[in-house]
């Protein structure tokens, strides 16, 4: 290998590098835009979160942590929580699909073609992934249950493209692009989502560990906060997927550099589909 050649595979991993950088980058910018341009849709999160948080308090939950282990798991607590987790999903999905079509309005109004493409695809991957998911679990042996795990990740990273290309209306994120040429966006748009997320949530538990043994109005306030954190966590992890499926890393480069995301995010076109992309 000359030098030459040396020199062209760093500069390709710099590159390489600094894109997946200025997409954490992007991703973040665009989930703190959220608290502003669109705190209705981070709202489907925060209320959840919140009346939660009223039912915890009124259990009282928060006067020690032995009291509050005793009753993570009551029926009362819970009603709320599977509401919570549900708005917590759909803000997140609603932040990707926002970022794409431009409008709040258009957000929620789903058309309904685009939303069978969402549940199929949901549908077909769990049901493509989960029997390799099933196999690496039965305690074969090491290489075969690695190799079932992997092939089980690579399908859901896969079809978690096409599901999220589908809600923003990207006519080119196609099942068979999706688990081909773009597969190093399902990579990509993992990392930007850990990235996004385990910051926010390593806060969101400090702050119930902060609460524990407060006053009630200290306890309030400190729910309060932690219930608009939620929204601006599914901000961020939305604003992750949106990214990661927009910018479509391939095997050859960027489809769309994450540089260029400023001058498109919130821009959707006239019909509310993006225009088609080259890979």
């Known amino acids: 290998m000359t030098d030459m050649d ?11 590098v600094r894109g997946v950088g200025r997409a954490v980058l992007e991703t973040y910018r665009l989930g703190g835009r959220m608290v502003v341009v669109a705190p209705a849709i981070l709202a489907i999160a925060v209320l959840p979160e919140l009346v939660q948080h009223v039912a915890e308090i009124h259990l009282g939950m928060f006067e020690s942590i032995d009291r509050f282990r005793a009753l993570a798991n009551d029926p009362v607590r819970w009603g709320f929580g599977y509401v919570k987790v549900a708005g917590f999903v759909l803000a997140i999905l609603a932040t990707a699909r926002f970022w794409s079509v431009g409008s709040v309005r258009r957000t929620l109004l789903v058309p309904p073609k685009t939303l069978m493409k969402v549940v199929a695809g949901l549908a077909v991957g769990f049901a493509v992934a989960s029997p390799f998911s ?23 990273g ?24 773009l597969l190093p966006a399902a990579i990509l748009l993992l990392v930007l989502a850990a990235v996004a997320f385990a910051p926010s949530q390593a806060l969101h538990m400090a702050n119930h560990k902060m609460a524990m043994g407060q006053a009630l109005p200290i306890v309030g ?14 901000a961020l992890v939305g604003s992750a997927m949106f990214v990661g499926t927009r910018t479509g890393l391939t095997w050859h480069g960027w489809t769309v550099h994450p540089r260029d995301l400023q001058e498109t995010a919130g821009q959707g076109t006239d019909d509310g589909v993006l225009e088609p992309r080259i890979a």
Do not use: N
């Open 6 to 16: 040396t020199r062209g595979i760093w500069a390709r991993t710099g590159s390489g």
């Open 134 to 156: 099933w196999l690496g679990r039965q305690g074969l042996s090491p290489a075969i249950s690695g190799i079932a795990q992997i092939v089980s990740a690579v399908l859901q």
């Open 158 to 181: 896969g079809f978690m493209v096409y599901i999220i290309g589908a809600l923003l209306e990207d006519r080119t994120v196609t099942p068979r692009r999706a688990m081909t040429s």
């Open 221 to 234: 306030l400190l729910m309060l906060f932690d219930a608009l954190w939620v929204g601006l966590l599914a």
